[in-house]
């Protein structure tokens, strides 16, 4: 390992030694300390944890972890992941829409994405099995994902040909796929990203069209019918409809224009605090977060599950299933760390240098 590395972490682990302390006083006299100091002492005993560890994490979870932190903090120690993921990704895309051109190859593309589908669990089986009728849309998803992050860096017109892929994505049934009703049921976030994606891209708005196909598919009065597995997906769906709005946590969102997102979740309360887990719990806080509503009670509630959940021997939220691994975790105690640490303000990009 290199010196700037284990200097690193021989800071990272000094400073979660001494939050450790600080959280210690803190769990014996409880209601002498201020919540909001409860609440940024763990997400600060959760960053060291992570930062001591991020540069062994791969480069997929060194993004997802140092893009969202730079869009809330605008901390410049983030930039040089974020712009690692910004040359690879400049790479692999022009790779990519070079591909769009030979004959059969995105056919070859999409058995591959269909068949190299994860099935470990039983969510993923099912949507394994719902990506056999929409094979090409499989392939297709990575690559909308690839030109909006693209997008988002302000590097998709450094592209080559990037053109192609915008009319390649353009050509094909997202309309039907995004309000299929199947679809919905197994895959909500996924598609409430989708949907904002192309839009974002100017590729086509179906915003309108998939937010009524969506209502359809969970109307209210169904709620109480559903199983967790069913109720989490809803959950994860309408998060996602204001997280994607928002750009990724780069602009606030307007709350009049998802006010049946932010109504739904406070009429459901209870049940997300019981049956969610704690990255949904979190991205319903975010949700109130981006539209500006950082007082409305079932944010504090949230703050006060998520500290409470943090393992005092590993420095972060641990599955559900109680497991400590850091870098599957990620995304649970990212999230974690910006509700708990919100600042209040976005900042875009960044932007490729």
Same mark, same amino acid.
């Given at each position: 390992?290199?010196?700037?590395?284990?200097?690193?972490?021989?800071?990272?682990?000094?400073?979660?030694?001494?939050?450790?302390?600080?959280?210690?006083?803190?769990?014996?006299?409880?209601?002498?300390?201020?919540?909001?100091?409860?609440?940024?002492?763990?997400?600060?005993?959760?960053?060291?944890?992570?930062?001591?560890?991020?540069?062994?994490?791969?480069?997929?979870?060194?993004?997802?972890?140092?893009?969202?932190?730079?869009?809330?903090?605008?901390?410049?120690?983030?930039?040089?992941?974020?712009?690692?993921?910004?040359?690879?990704?400049?790479?692999?895309?022009?790779?990519?829409?070079?591909?769009?051109?030979?004959? $059969?190859?995105?056919?070859?593309?999409?058995?591959?994405?269909?068949?190299?589908?994860?099935?470990?669990?039983?969510?993923?089986?099912?949507?394994?099995?719902?990506?056999?009728?929409?094979?090409?849309?499989?392939?297709?998803? $990575?690559?909308?994902?690839?030109?909006?992050?693209?997008?988002?860096?302000?590097?998709?017109?450094?592209?080559?040909?990037?053109?192609?892929?915008?009319?390649?994505?353009?050509?094909?049934?997202?309309?039907?796929?995004?309000?299929?009703?199947?679809?919905?049921?197994?895959?909500?976030?996924?598609?409430?990203?989708?949907?904002?994606?192309?839009?974002?891209?100017?590729?086509?708005?179906?915003?309108?069209?998939?937010?009524?196909?969506?209502?359809?598919?969970?109307?209210?009065?169904?709620?109480?019918?559903?199983?967790?597995?069913?109720?989490?997906?809803?959950?994860?769906?309408?998060?996602?409809?204001?997280?994607?709005?928002?750009?990724?946590?780069?602009?606030?969102?307007?709350?009049?224009?998802?006010?049946?997102?932010?109504?739904?979740?406070?009429?459901?309360?209870?049940?997300?605090?019981?049956?969610?887990?704690?990255?949904?719990?979190?991205?319903?806080?975010?949700?109130?977060?981006?539209? $500006?509503?950082? $007082?409305?009670?079932?944010?504090?509630?949230?703050?006060?599950?998520?500290?409470?959940?943090?393992?005092?021997?590993?420095?972060?939220?641990?599955?559900?299933?109680?497991?400590?691994?850091?870098?599957?975790?990620?995304?649970?105690?990212?999230?974690?760390?910006?509700?708990?640490?919100?600042?209040?303000?976005?900042?875009?990009?960044?932007?490729?240098?």
């Amino acid at each position: 390992m290199s010196r700037p590395c284990c200097h690193l972490r021989l800071l990272s682990w000094l400073a979660l030694t001494v939050l450790v302390m600080q959280l210690s006083a803190c769990a014996v006299q409880p209601s002498a300390v201020d919540p909001a100091e409860r609440h940024r002492l763990a997400a600060e005993r959760i960053r060291a944890t992570y930062e001591a560890v991020l540069p062994e994490f791969s480069t997929g979870k060194r993004r997802h972890y140092a893009q969202r932190l730079y869009r809330v903090t605008g901390d410049e120690r983030y930039l040089p992941a974020n712009r690692e993921y910004m040359a690879h990704l400049e790479e692999r895309l022009e790779a990519e829409i070079a591909e769009l051109a030979v004959p $059969g190859q995105v056919e070859r593309l999409a058995r591959q994405s269909v068949e190299g589908y994860p099935r470990r669990t039983e969510k993923q089986r099912a949507r394994a099995e719902m990506f056999t009728e929409w094979e090409e849309v499989a392939y297709a998803r $990575g690559l909308l994902f690839r030109m909006v992050q693209a997008h988002y860096h302000g590097m998709l017109d450094e592209i080559t040909d990037h053109e192609r892929a915008l009319e390649y994505l353009g050509d094909l049934p997202w309309a039907a796929f995004l309000t299929d009703p199947d679809v919905l049921g197994v895959y909500a976030a996924q598609v409430a990203n989708q949907v904002h994606f192309l839009h974002q891209l100017g590729v086509m708005d179906l915003r309108r069209e998939v937010e009524a196909a969506f209502r359809r598919r969970y109307p209210p009065d169904t709620l109480a019918t559903l199983t967790t597995a069913e109720y989490r997906n809803w959950l994860y769906g309408l998060t996602h409809f204001v997280i994607a709005a928002s750009r990724y946590y780069q602009q606030e969102v307007d709350a009049e224009a998802y006010a049946w997102v932010l109504e739904s979740f406070e009429a459901q309360a209870g049940r997300i605090m019981r049956d969610a887990t704690e990255d949904i719990q979190a991205e319903v806080a975010l949700s109130f977060l981006l539209t $500006g509503r950082e $007082g409305h009670p079932l944010v504090g509630r949230v703050r006060d599950a998520l500290a409470a959940a943090v393992d005092p021997a590993s420095g972060m939220i641990p599955s559900p299933g109680g497991s400590t691994d850091l870098e599957r975790g990620e995304h649970r105690n990212v999230l974690a760390i910006m509700v708990l640490g919100w600042q209040g303000r976005l900042y875009p990009g960044p932007v490729s240098p």
